[in-house]
C-alpha cells in the first residue's frame, strides 16, 4: 500500500503540462521599453496633477508592451499600431453605451461577435479583435474621467509610446532583424543535416518549419512596404530560396540511417554566418567528394546555396527570378477583400464569433441583473480565456484562475505598503519588465505578472486599495466559470472540428503533393511551394494537438491517439521529398500507376478521418514493383493507416 501512495499523489499529466514553464531568453529591450512605457505616463499625469489621465495612458501602454513581440520593426508598427486603432474604436464604443444597461449589453454582446470573427483572419487581426473586446469591456463597465473622447486619446497615446520606444532603434538597425531571422534558419538546418540518421531529426526538422516561417513572414511582410525592388531584399529572399533544395535533401539522407560528414553541416554554419554578417565573395567550403545519389543532392544544394550567399552568378540568376519564384503580396485593399470574404463566409469563425457573444452577453447580463463590484472583469477574463489562438480553453481557464491568485499576492503587498503618488512610479518601473519576462513562460505567469499592473492602475482611478482585491478574484472566477460552461463544455465537438478536419485536409493535400511532386512537368518553385505550405499546416495542426493534451480526458486522451497520425503523415511528406530529390539525381521515376495507387490510400484516409472522432481500422494495400524509389513512401503511407486504428 505505500508503494502505491506516491502515483495517487502524482499530479496528471495534462496539469503537469499546463504549469511547465516555456523555455524562452530574457527580452532585454522589450523588458526595458515596459518599464519606461508603463512609468513615464504615470509621472507625467503626476506631474500635471492629473494622475488619472496618467493611468489610462499606461493601460493603453499596457497593451502595446503586451503586444509587444515582433523582431522586425516594420511588424513592429502592424503589431502595435493597428491593434490601438481597434481599441480607440473599442473603448469610444463602450463609453458611449456606459450605463445604459440593457443596451451596453447588446453592444459588448455585438462587440463580441465582430471580435471573434476577425480574429480568425491572421496574427494582426487576432491581438486588434482581442483590443476591441478589451477596451470595450473596460469602457462599458468603469467610469472613465473627461470626455468621450479623452481616454481613447490617451489609451491610443500610451500604445503609440510603446511603438515610439520599439522603432528608436531603426534607423541603426534597420533590415538586421531579417538577417538574422534568416542566419538562423541556415544554424537549425545545419543542425537538422548533423541530425540525419538520429532520434533527434524529426524534433529538429520541426524547428526547421518553424525557423523557416517565420524568416518568410519577416521578410515578405518587409517586402509589403516596396513597391520597387530592394536589392537587400531581394538577397535574403534567395536565400531563403536557395535553403530550400538543402532542406529537401535532408530527408533523402535521413532515409538511410547514416550520418552525414562532420563538413556538411558545418559548411551550412559557414554560411550562416556570411549571410548574418553580409559577407559575400567565395565561400570556401569543404565538403565530402559525393558516392550516391542522396550525397549529391546535398552536395549539388549546397553549392548553390554557396554561390546565392557569395552573389556569384548563380546566385545572381536567383536574385532576379526571387519575384517569380515566391510571387509578391497583394494590395493591402486586394488582400483586405478577400479576408473579410472568407470571414463572412466561413463557418469556422460564424461558430467562434457566436461561442464568444454567447460568453460575453451571459457576462453583460449577469452584471447587469446582479450588483457584481468590478464587473467589467469578467469581460475581460473570458476574452483571454476564449482566445481560439491562445490555446485550450480549458487551461487557459485554469491558468487564468493560478495566474489571478499568484498576482493578487503580489497586488497585495504593493496596495498595502506603497502609499499613491510619486511611489506608484518606481513601482511600475520594477512590475512592467516582468510582463515581457514572465510573458512567454506562458500564460499563467503572464496572468501573474499583468494583475498587479492593472490593480496598480485601477487603484490610481478609483482609490480602493485592498478593497479592489477579493472583488478582482472574483470577477476573474466568475469569468473562468462561464467561459468553461458556455464556451468550452456546451461544444464537445469543438475539439474534432478544429483538429480533426485540419488533419484530414492535410493527408489530402499530401495526396495532391505526391501526385505533383513525381510529374514530369514539374515547376520547382511551385513544389517547393506546396510542400513548405504542407509542413506549415503539420506544423500548425501539431501545436494545437500539443494544446489539446493540456486537455483533461476525453480531449486530452483522443488528442495523445491521434497525435501519432500527425507524425505519420509528416514522415510521409518528408519520404514523398525524398523520393523526388532522389529521382533529380538519378533514380528511376515511377510509373503514374504507382504514384496514383499511394494517392489513392492517401484520399481513403482522408475521407476515413473526416467520418469520425473514432480512429477506426482502415484496409490497404500498398504494393509495388521491388526496389522503387517510392516504396519508403508506401511504407509510410502503410504505418499512417495502421495508427489509424483502435489498437
Known amino acids: 500500500m505505500p508503494r502505491q501512495l506516491p502515483s495517487v499523489l502524482t499530479p496528471p499529466d495534462w496539469l503537469v503540462r499546463n504549469l511547465r514553464p516555456q523555455q524562452a531568453p530574457m527580452p532585454w529591450a522589450a523588458a526595458a521599453r515596459a518599464a519606461i512605457a508603463l512609468a513615464l505616463p504615470l509621472a507625467i499625469g503626476l506631474a500635471a496633477g492629473e494622475p488619472a489621465y496618467g ?298 464569433g457566436l461561442r464568444l457573444a454567447l460568453c460575453i452577453g451571459l457576462a453583460q447580463a449577469l452584471v447587469s441583473l446582479v450588483p457584481v463590484p468590478r464587473s467589467y472583469w469578467v469581460a475581460l477574463t473570458i476574452t483571454f480565456v476564449m482566445k481560439p489562438d491562445f490555446g485550450s480553453v480549458f487551461s487557459r481557464a485554469l491558468l487564468r484562475a493560478l495566474g489571478t491568485v499568484a498576482g493578487l499576492v503580489v497586488a497585495a503587498f504593493v496596495l498595502a505598503l506603497v502609499p499613491l503618488g510619486w511611489w506608484d512610479v518606481p513601482v511600475m518601473f520594477v512590475l512592467g519588465p516582468l510582463i515581457p519576462a514572465l510573458g512567454p513562460r506562458g500564460y499563467g505567469y503572464q496572468t501573474a505578472a499583468v494583475t498587479p499592473v492593472i490593480l496598480l492602475l485601477s487603484d490610481v482611478l478609483n482609490h480602493l486599495g485592498t478593497a479592489l482585491l477579493v472583488p478582482r478574484l472574483v470577477d476573474s472566477l466568475i469569468g473562468c466559470a462561464i467561459a468553461l460552461v458556455a464556451g468550452y463544455l456546451l461544444w464537445p465537438e469543438s475539439w474534432h472540428t478544429r483538429v480533426g478536419d485540419r488533419l484530414a485536409d492535410a493527408v489530402a493535400d499530401t495526396a495532391r503533393y505526391v501526385e505533383y511532386a513525381f510529374g514530369t512537368d514539374v515547376d520547382p518553385a511551385a513544389r517547393a511551394r506546396m510542400r513548405r505550405r504542407l509542413y506549415r499546416d503539420l506544423s500548425a495542426i501539431r501545436t494545437e494537438f500539443q494544446r489539446a493534451l493540456s486537455e483533461p480526458p476525453p480531449s486530452g486522451r483522443r488528442a495523445a491517439a491521434w497525435l501519432p497520425l500527425v507524425v505519420a503523415v509528416e514522415r510521409i511528406v518528408d519520404a514523398t521529398t525524398a523520393a523526388g530529390v532522389r529521382i533529380r539525381h538519378g533514380a528511376q521515376r515511377p510509373s503514374p500507376a504507382e504514384i496514383s495507387h499511394v494517392a489513392l490510400q492517401l484520399r481513403e484516409l482522408s475521407d476515413g478521418l473526416r467520418e469520425t472522432d473514432t480512429l477506426v481500422a482502415v484496409r490497404t494495400d500498398l504494393t509495388g514493383p521491388a526496389g522503387s524509389v517510392l516504396e519508403p513512401l508506401r511504407q509510410e503511407v502503410a504505418a499512417a493507416r495502421a495508427i489509424a486504428s483502435p489498437h
Open 55 to 352: 493611468a489610462l495612458a499606461s493601460m493603453g501602454a499596457l497593451s502595446g508592451v503586451i503586444g509587444d513581440t515582433a523582431d522586425a520593426y516594420r511588424m513592429r508598427i502592424f503589431n502595435i499600431a493597428v491593434p490601438q486603432l481597434f481599441g480607440a474604436i473599442g473603448v469610444t464604443i463602450g463609453s458611449l453605451v456606459y450605463g445604459h444597461g440593457w443596451v451596453a449589453v447588446g453592444a459588448v454582446t455585438g462587440v463580441a461577435l465582430v471580435s471573434g470573427m476577425i480574429s480568425t483572419i491572421g496574427a494582426v487581426a487576432s491581438v486588434s479583435s482581442l483590443l476591441l473586446l478589451l477596451n470595450c469591456s473596460i469602457g462599458a463597465g468603469l467610469p472613465l474621467p473627461g470626455s468621450w473622447w479623452l481616454a481613447p486619446v490617451l489609451m491610443s497615446g500610451g500604445g503609440l509610446l510603446v511603438l515610439a520606444l520599439a522603432l528608436l532603434a531603426w534607423p541603426l538597425r534597420s533590415g538586421i532583424p531579417e538577417r538574422a531571422a534568416v542566419a538562423h534558419t541556415y544554424r537549425t538546418v545545419a543542425d537538422l543535416l548533423a541530425a540525419t540518421g538520429t532520434e533527434r531529426y524529426v524534433d529538429i526538422r520541426l524547428a526547421v518549419t518553424q525557423s523557416l516561417n517565420q524568416s518568410y513572414d519577416l521578410a515578405l511582410a518587409r517586402r509589403a512596404f516596396h513597391h520597387g525592388r530592394n536589392p537587400e531584399l531581394a538577397r535574403l529572399l534567395a536565400q531563403l530560396n536557395a535553403i530550400t533544395p538543402v532542406i529537401e535533401a535532408a530527408p533523402a539522407a535521413h532515409q538511410f540511417d547514416e550520418p552525414l560528414a562532420p563538413e556538411v553541416p558545418d559548411a551550412v554554419r559557414h554560411l550562416a554566418d556570411a549571410v548574418e554578417t553580409g559577407c559575400t565573395g567565395p565561400m570556401g567550403l569543404s565538403l565530402p567528394v559525393p558516392t550516391n545519389e542522396t550525397a549529391r543532392a546535398v552536395d549539388h544544394a549546397l553549392r548553390h546555396a554557396a554561390d546565392v550567399v557569395s552573389d556569384r552568378s548563380a546566385g545572381k540568376a536567383s536574385l532576379h527570378n526571387v519575384d517569380d519564384r515566391l510571387g509578391r503580396p497583394a494590395a493591402l485593399r486586394v488582400r483586405a477583400t478577400r479576408a473579410s470574404r472568407n470571414v463572412l463566409l466561413s463557418a469556422a469563425s460564424w461558430r467562434y
